[in-house]
């Protein structure tokens, strides 16, 4: 038997401080505000904008949703998210990723606010994550994965810690977070040879890839820490994570389910990240 990481329990112990922050700006005349900008109805952007919407309202931010057709022209695009960059009222801007091919993800990178980038997509959040400078946004998947694993006392120092998965928005910064808390970091993808013995070396497994129930129990360490951060969609429209929960569960000491585990963390880091920014703007 196992110890669930509930993504629940560190959203409520960040609750009350994140409410408080977000009055002392209301104080001032400032609502925190997080325009999350979402093309198409992608299952996964779904969830996250629900997920996002719950944890903001309880921590007194407010969200605008700027929902695009998921054919919306560039031009159109582009220039509603200017608008939003330039809008004193806006602090923090998600953008929903990947978007559709006739879309340029580059065009965002390259114009966003960095000061409203709270999901750390810009090149200047990503060269303070990697050079360890705290006053950027790191993504926050990834910020919201090292969070669980602290949420739960697990220690990271000196710890084998495989990350499966190369993305930018998680597998890689979440590599240069956990080599800031001092583990010894492994990167595997989809190229990786002999995938399976390197994840048995892991103490702590997390999984970022977006493939359905692909970490079995054979593939890890007896009493690994395993955080799922997989989002995959079935056809029920169910949430499932990257690991067979119910094989793996027993073999592990912590693990994190999906829903309910890693994604949980994460809405509420978006809302502490878009508290800050409205911070630093006003
Ligand atoms: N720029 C960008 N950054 C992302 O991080 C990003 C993205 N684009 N596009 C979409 C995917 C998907 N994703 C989720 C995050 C949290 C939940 C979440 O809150 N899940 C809750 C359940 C929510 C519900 O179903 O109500 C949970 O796991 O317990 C879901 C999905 C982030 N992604």
């Known amino acids: 038997m196992s110890t669930l990481m509930k993504g629940m329990e560190v959203a409520k ?18 609502t925190p505000t997080l325009a999350i900008v979402r093309v198409g109805e992608s299952p996964d952007d779904m969830a996250y904008e629900r997920g996002a919407i719950k944890r903001c309202e309880g921590a007194g931010v407010a969200i605008r949703v700027c ?33 559709p091919k006739q879309l340029d993800e580059d065009f965002v ?72 808390e001092n583990a010894t970091v492994t990167i595997c993808h989809s190229k990786t ?24 129990a054979s593939m890890i360490k007896e009493g690994a820490v395993v955080v799922d951060v997989g989002i995959n969609v079935n056809a029920e429209g169910k949430l499932i994570g990257d690991v067979d929960f119910d094989e793996v569960e027993p073999k592990a000491s912590f693990i994190s389910p999906v829903p309910g585990g890693a ?8 809302a502490s990240h878009t508290i800050q920014a409205a911070f630093s703007l006003s």
């Open 67 to 99: 929902a695009f057709p998921k054919d919306v022209e560039k031009g159109e695009f582009e220039s509603a998210f200017l608008e939003l960059n330039e809008d004193p009222e806006v602090h923090g801007i998600l953008v929903f990723q990947p978007l």
């Open 263 to 270: 994604g949980s963390v994460t809405t509420s880091v978006l």
């Open 13 to 30: 112990a960040m609750k009350e401080g994140l409410y408080t922050q977000a009055g002392e700006l209301k104080a001032k005349g400032v």
């Open 193 to 216: 040879k002999d995938l399976d013995q390197v994840l048995r070396r892991a103490d702590i497994l997390v999984v970022a890839v977006g493939v359905a129930k692909l970490v079995k």
């Open 109 to 180: 990178k390259a114009n966003i606010n960095p000061l409203k980038d709270v999901d750390g997509m810009c090149t200047t959040n990503m060269g303070k994550v990697f050079s360890g400078d705290h006053t950027g946004y790191a993504p926050c998947t990834a910020e919201g994965a090292v969070l669980l694993l602290k949420h739960y006392g697990i220690q990271i120092a000196g710890k084998n810690v495989v990350v499966l998965g190369r993305s930018t928005v998680v597998g890689k910064p979440l590599s240069i977070l956990l080599l800031g």
